[in-house]
């Protein structure tokens, strides 16, 4: 019987009569099934054209795939021995080999990015590390110091000596008892400019080196203000001639009425102006911090020479800050020379903004990288000698002058007054001060021992007095600052070479 028939597919196993009809009627289901979707995908209208024109359009992509294939018979390759096939199976291969054509595809997607994105992660890398770098705390210091050359002074009080210094050029101009020096970078005289009834003082530069403005009076004129092209360097001869006829022809700018003498001379970063500080007639210029003005030019439509002047303030003019919103000034009071800066009248309206006071000093240089030099009084206190009792007896008493750095950051008009006071106290010192005894002092304790004199205070003048700071830029983006130094009866040019620093580089070159 059926049921108790051997099934070869059990493996010898004897298959009862109920489980070998379950499994008869599960195959006749499927059959079934199978019959039906026959029928019905006979019974459904199939569009040709359209089937064909597709299998054309497959066919010629996969045709890179499987050479030999000819995209026009409308028959898909057999990726597995590269020969045309048919029916279902040709199909089900061309299903998948489109599928792993995708795949392909993706992953030259993805490796065409990955060299974009391991770009994209140094630069990313590369910002981080500037920004750390920037955070860092920086310092300026000196790398190298140099005395260019000496000139005598007509007295204890003389500070007629003027520089400027053309950014990356050979040579420099100095002014001096109203005579116009051309000078080599090594301190070397090369040439007087201008005529002899000339009289010079405070020579400046324009930012792009273009031009030379320089105070200037001659018999039977007033003081005037000429601005002058700067030639060409060939040699310092032809340099020399040229610039002296230029100078005979430069253009004439007033000085407004009863200014008798310039006392100072600056460029603004932006545009054709300049900043002078003027001393009118009678006015004692040790009492009186003369008034400061700002003139600019410009020629019409005609090509006529238009200037204007106007009144700023009073005080001495001390240039600007680097991006020019602000000027800096220098006046005495009670006794001592205190440092302002007050809003750029072009960028500002006058009742924009107020001066803001920052502190003690003078002679300030702003330079391009944000930091701010200045001068500072140092009183210096020397006990001499000593009293039987144990007080201090012969005691010596002076102010010397250090050039110091600070770093103002922020709107200096929303500061306080006790944060304004503190930016100049806590400057570093770039070049401290003169130490040391004088022979002077040394005669004086000795006269005051000779006559029994145990206590007596001795004040002295600065050894050393820093009359002069300008911003120099050497060949190759090298930052420097040239000065001038009063030493008793004696002016002395010189330059520092400036680099900035971070706090662990400080470190590492010290060690």
């Not at 979707?37 to 209208?45: F, Q, S």
């Not at 010629?60 to 795939?65: N, P, V």
């Not at 401290?432 to 005051?448: F, K, N, Y």
């Given at each position: 019987?059926?049921?108790?028939?051997?099934?070869?597919?059990?493996?010898?196993?004897?298959?009862?009569?109920?489980?070998?009809?379950?499994?008869?009627?599960?195959?006749?289901?499927?059959?079934?099934?199978?019959?039906?979707?026959?029928?019905?995908?006979?019974?459904?209208?199939?569009?040709?054209?359209?089937?064909?024109?597709?299998?054309?359009?497959?066919?010629?992509?996969?045709?890179?795939?499987?050479?030999?294939?000819?995209?026009?018979?409308?028959?898909?390759?057999?990726?597995?021995?590269?020969?045309?096939?048919?029916?279902?199976?040709?199909?089900?291969?061309?299903?998948?080999?489109?599928?792993?054509?995708?795949?392909?595809?993706?992953?030259?997607?993805?490796?065409?990015?990955?060299?974009?994105?391991?770009?994209?992660?140094?630069?990313?890398?590369?910002?981080?590390?500037?920004?750390?770098?920037?955070?860092?705390?920086?310092?300026?210091?000196?790398?190298?110091?140099?005395?260019?050359?000496?000139?005598?002074?007509?007295?204890?009080?003389?500070?007629a000596l003027q520089l400027a210094v053309p950014p990356g050029e050979d040579y420099l101009l100095a002014a001096g008892h109203g005579r116009l020096l051309l000078m080599d970078r090594q301190g070397s005289q090369r040439a007087v400019l201008g005529e002899a009834h000339d009289q010079y003082s405070y020579p400046a530069i324009s930012p792009d080196g273009r031009y030379l403005a320089v105070a200037h009076t001659a018999s039977g004129r007033g003081a005037e203000i000429c601005l002058a092209e700067?030639?060409?360097?060939?040699?310092?001869?032809?340099?020399?001639?040229?610039?002296?006829?230029?100078?005979?022809?430069?253009?004439?700018?007033?000085?407004?009425?009863?200014?008798?003498?310039?006392?100072?001379?600056?460029?603004?970063?932006?545009?054709?102006?300049?900043?002078?500080?003027?001393?009118?007639?009678?006015?004692?210029?040790?009492?009186?911090?003369?008034?400061?003005?700002?003139?600019?030019?410009?020629?019409?439509?005609?090509?006529?020479?238009?200037?204007?002047?106007?009144?700023?303030?009073?005080?001495?003019?001390?240039?600007?800050?680097?991006?020019?919103?602000?000027?800096?000034?220098?006046?005495?009071?009670?006794?001592?020379?205190?440092?302002?800066?007050?809003?750029?009248?072009?960028?500002?309206?006058?009742?924009?903004?107020?001066?803001?006071?920052?502190?003690?000093?003078?002679?300030?240089?702003?330079?391009?990288?944000?930091?701010?030099?200045?001068?500072?009084?140092?009183?210096?206190?020397?006990?001499?000698?000593?009293?039987?009792?144990?007080?201090?007896?012969?005691?010596?008493?002076?102010?010397?002058?250090?050039?110091?750095?600070?770093?103002?950051?922020?709107?200096?008009?929303?500061?306080?007054?006790?944060?304004?006071?503190?930016?100049?106290?806590?400057?570093?010192?770039?070049?401290?001060?003169?130490?040391?005894?004088?022979?002077?002092?040394?005669?004086?304790?000795?006269?005051?021992?000779?006559?029994?004199?145990?206590?007596?205070?001795?004040?002295?003048?600065?050894?050393?007095?820093?009359?002069?700071?300008?911003?120099?830029?050497?060949?190759?983006?090298?930052?420097?600052?040239?000065?001038?130094?009063?030493?008793?009866?004696?002016?002395?040019?010189?330059?520092?070479?400036?680099?900035?620093?971070?706090?662990?580089?400080?470190?590492?070159?010290?060690?």
């Open positions: 019987m059926p049921g108790n028939q051997q099934s070869k597919a059990d493996g010898g196993k004897i298959t009862s009569l109920q489980e070998w009809q379950e499994r008869r009627r599960g195959t006749e289901n499927i059959e079934l099934l199978a019959e039906k979707m026959r029928r019905l995908r006979a019974a459904t209208p199939v569009n040709e054209e359209l089937r064909q024109q597709l299998r054309q359009k497959l066919a010629q992509r996969l045709a890179a795939q499987a050479p030999g294939a000819d995209p026009s018979s409308g028959v898909l390759p057999d990726i597995r021995t590269g020969a045309g096939g048919t029916g279902e199976e040709t199909a089900a291969v061309n299903i998948a080999d489109g599928m792993r054509t995708v795949s392909m595809r993706g992953e030259r997607r993805r490796e065409r990015w990955w060299p974009w994105l391991a770009a994209l992660s140094v630069l990313l890398l590369l910002a981080a590390g500037l920004l750390y770098y920037r955070q860092l705390p920086r310092q300026l210091v000196v790398t190298g110091r140099q005395e260019l050359g000496g000139f005598l002074a007509a007295g204890e009080k003389d500070t700067i030639p060409g360097f060939n040699s310092w001869n032809q340099f020399s001639t040229a610039l002296t006829e230029k100078l005979r022809e430069a253009r004439r700018i007033p000085v407004p009425a009863g200014v008798s003498k310039l006392s100072s001379l600056y460029w603004a970063p932006l545009g054709p102006k300049l900043v002078f500080s003027g001393i009118k007639d009678g006015d004692n210029a040790g009492q009186n911090d003369g008034e400061i003005f700002i003139t600019s030019w410009q020629e019409d439509a005609r090509g006529t020479f238009v200037q204007q002047t106007q009144f700023l303030t009073e005080g001495r003019a001390a240039g600007w800050s680097p991006d020019g919103r602000w000027l800096l000034l220098t006046r005495s009071r009670d006794g001592e020379e205190k440092i302002y800066l007050r809003p750029n009248p072009w960028l500002f309206s006058q009742s924009a903004g107020q001066e803001v006071l920052l502190g003690n000093g003078s002679q300030p240089l702003w330079l391009k990288e944000g930091y701010l030099l200045f001068v500072r009084p140092v009183q210096q206190e020397m006990v001499l000698t000593y009293s039987p009792d144990g007080l201090p007896g012969l005691v010596l008493s002076r102010w010397e002058e250090e050039l110091c750095w600070v770093r103002p950051e922020g709107d200096f008009s929303r500061w306080t007054s006790a944060t304004r006071l503190k930016l100049l106290e806590r400057a570093a010192v770039l070049l401290p001060a003169e130490s040391g005894l004088p022979t002077a002092v040394l005669e004086w304790v000795q006269r005051m021992e000779a006559r029994g004199m145990q206590r007596a205070r001795l004040s002295l003048p600065p050894q050393r007095r820093i009359l002069e700071l300008v911003m120099g830029e050497e060949k190759g983006g090298r930052r420097a600052v040239y000065y001038v130094l009063g030493q008793q009866q004696r002016l002395t040019v010189g330059r520092l070479e400036l680099a900035e620093r971070t706090g662990e580089e400080e470190k590492n070159g010290q060690k």
